[in-house]
């Protein structure tokens, strides 16, 4: 089956599009990849979603119109994707939307939202579009995220040692040893929310990790960064914007206002490399597989090295899956496996009572026509042409 996953992350910068090709041989899930297509959101709608975004106020008109215009812009990717990547023969969506809200309370997640409406997607490429993944995760019990525990298990199932998948996006997640998948705290987040506010826009990101590289890192601000209660919390945990966001480094920084601003990131950055660190030696990892945004971080990717010391860390693109578009590939593998039936979590990843098939499918033009279930699912994710 040929599937185009879409992925947007905390960051809302822009939207990937991974096509790859998915076929079951006995107990493994092949997946050759056909590559990638990434495309920003455009400025005003970017503008739109940061100023909707928690703890900003909305209203419910905003919340339509964004579900509306970020829905018309998956849209717009998926077609793209299926023209140029599929050659037009693409025959499944799997849409993971934009998340706007993760309501946590105590610990415990109480509901998900991802906006990006595939009705939209549905009609611009005619295919049955999965969306909606995390909601049912949520329903029995579990965390919601992250939803690429089952993934990251199949995908490193064999591999010697212990190893770690870690993810390096708005929020850094990792998915430990033993199955369990946890938000280990911020990874872009704070850095790019440093960065926007300390050069009043000029800037979106540290791009290469040279402020970080120019900066000093500030112990007694890293020492009170890392008193956030959140990091001691026991996974399975999720975290996001919703703790991590301006307001909370504002006040953070309230008594530093003598630190440059390139120092202020590279405290962050360590921030980010020093909790992530705790949580792979927590896990027991034998070596760490990265991917996403934050692996094209210089100094980030050198803190982290150095905080964990003898255990390697290398990215998802040595086995095969091109780091920036892991998660794409990775939803695209659970709408593969919902249309064919099949559970798309593990309890212990997110601390749900039971496996759950997720999503909600969206007709395509031909209606709906999925293939025969399968009883018995693989359990080991093959991508095709690369080395162990």
Known sequence: ?????????????????????????????????LGLITRGYDEALRAALAAALPPAA???????????????????????????????????????????YHWVEEGRVHGTL??????????????????????RDIAAGGQGAPLVGLVDQMWLRGRPGAPTALNLGGIANITAPDGTAFDTGPANALIDAAVRDLT???????????????????EKLLAELLAEPYYARTAPKTTGKELFHLPYLRAALSGYEALTPEDVVATLTLLTARTVADAVRSAGASEVIASGGGTRNPTLMAFLRAELGDIPVRTSDELGLPSAAKEAYAFAVLGFLTAHGLAGTV???TGARHASVLGSITPGRRGLRLPDAVSVGPV?????????
């Open 380 to 388: 080991r994710l093959v991508v095709d042409g690369a080395t162990r």
């Open 1 to 33: 089956m040929r599937v185009i996953g879409l992925m947007s992350g905390t960051s809302y910068d822009a939207i990937d599009a991974a096509a790859a090709d998915l076929t079951i041989e006995g107990d493994r899930l092949v997946l050759t990849p």
């Open 200 to 218: 009043r826009e000029r800037l979106g990101c540290d791009l290469d990790g040279e402020m970080a590289a120019r900066g000093t890192v500030d």
């Open 114 to 135: 991802q906006i990006g409406q595939p009705a939209w997607i549905a009609e611009a490429t005619g295919l049955p579009v999965v969306a909606d993944f995390r909601p």
């Open 347 to 349: 309890p212990r990843s």
């Open 58 to 100: 909305t209203t419910l008109a905003e919340v339509c119109r964004l579900d509306t215009r970020i829905g018309q812009a998956f849209a717009a990717a998926a077609a793209e994707a299926d023209r140029e990547l599929c050659d037009g023969q693409a025959e499944l969506v799997a849409s993971h939307g934009q998340t706007v």
